[in-house]
T-cell receptor
């Protein structure tokens, strides 16, 4: 079963706007990762945030983690048409490398 | 360099047939994972290996599913007596790790359709 719930399930925004996706999970985690999936490139790792970190940046991506609320958010700034894809959060627990994925957010960037 | 490759990319099987799906991980990656992704859902964990050792197979849905990685490199996921509910994309991933969680590199997947 999938641990994470993501919202919104689908999001459409104009090119150039910012997109925010949220993820909630159920159990204690070692780290949380975000992946992007589109038909052209499959599932690609975007960013990893460890349980002792609160915020991380990578290019136009900003991830936050709130372990007290068991939630994370992914912000994509200055969106581009190429950002159109499904985005998944995935968590791993201490002592186990397997990933538990969320349900995903389908992001559409309107040119 | 070469990424994770999977074959075949598409497989159509009649209900009751056995299938074998192959994964070639990135060279030198210790850990290898199999996930199953149904349409419109996130991937769900099936099993994982560290080198040739299968450390977790808790996600395998039934004893019809079997995975192996005999030499710690290439892995095969076998499904016996396929059922319609087995129709999904099967994703393989590898990572450097070896105990500590790192990012995983995914292959393109094998889309299995059981008719």
């Amino acid at each position: 079963s999938q641990q994470g719930e993501e919202d919104p399930q689908a999001l459409s925004i104009q090119e150039g706007e910012n997109a925010t996706m949220n993820c909630s999970y159920k159990t204690s985690i070692n780290n949380l990762q975000w992946y992007r999936q589109n038909s052209g490139r499959g599932l690609v790792h975007l960013i990893l945030i460890r349980s002792n970190e609160r915020e991380k940046h990578s290019g136009r991506l900003r991830v936050t983690l709130d372990t007290s609320k068991k939630s994370s958010s992914l912000l994509i700034t200055a969106s581009r048409a190429a950002d159109t894809a499904s985005y998944f959060c995935a968590s791993s627990n201490f002592g186990n490398e397997k990933l538990t994925f969320g349900t995903g957010t389908r992001l559409t960037i309107i040119p | 360099g070469a990424g994770v490759s999977q074959s075949p990319r598409y497989k159509v099987a009649k209900r009751g047939q056995d299938v074998a799906l192959r994964c070639d991980p990135i060279s030198g990656h210790v850990s290898l994972f199999w996930y199953q992704q149904a349409l419109g859902q996130g991937p769900e964990f099936l099993t994982y290996f560290q080198n040739e050792a299968q450390l977790d197979k808790s996600g395998l849905p039934s004893d019809r599913f079997f995975a192996e990685r005999p030499e710690g490199s290439v892995s095969t996921l076998k499904i016996q007596r396929t059922q319609q509910e087995d129709s999904a994309v099967y994703l393989c991933a590898s990572s450097l790790s070896g105990g500590r969680a790192y990012e995983q590199y995914f292959g393109p997947g094998t889309r299995l359709t059981v008719t």
